[in-house]
């Protein structure tokens, strides 16, 4: 008998990896994490807001490189 944290297995490292890969600078693999997140909390406001500020980014990003 255990007690389960099911926020440990599913969202919450993903929402952890993606603020260190903003903290780091690496766009698009903070996006990457925070849209996985969004699967498991589509309601979630923190990571709508995440991910339309990284969508703005990677594409500023992309466009000049």
Same mark, same amino acid.
């Given at each position: &008998?255990? !007690? *389960? =944290? #099911?926020?440990? %297995?599913? &969202? /919450?490292? #993903?929402?952890? /990896? +993606? /603020?260190? #890969?903003?903290?780091?600078?690496?766009?698009? +693999?903070?996006?990457? =994490?925070? %849209? !996985?997140?969004?699967?498991?909390?589509? @309601? *979630?406001? *923190?990571i709508a807001t995440n991910i339309t500020?990284? @969508?703005?980014?990677? +594409?500023?990003t992309a466009a000049t490189n």
């Amino acid at each position: &008998w255990s !007690i *389960d =944290h #099911h926020a440990f %297995r599913t &969202w /919450l490292p #993903h929402k952890q /990896l +993606a /603020l260190c #890969h903003y903290q780091l600078g690496n766009y698009p +693999a903070s996006l990457h =994490h925070n %849209r !996985i997140a969004a699967q498991y909390l589509p @309601e *979630d406001p *923190d990571i709508a807001t995440n991910i339309t500020l990284l @969508e703005g980014l990677v +594409a500023q990003t992309a466009a000049t490189n």
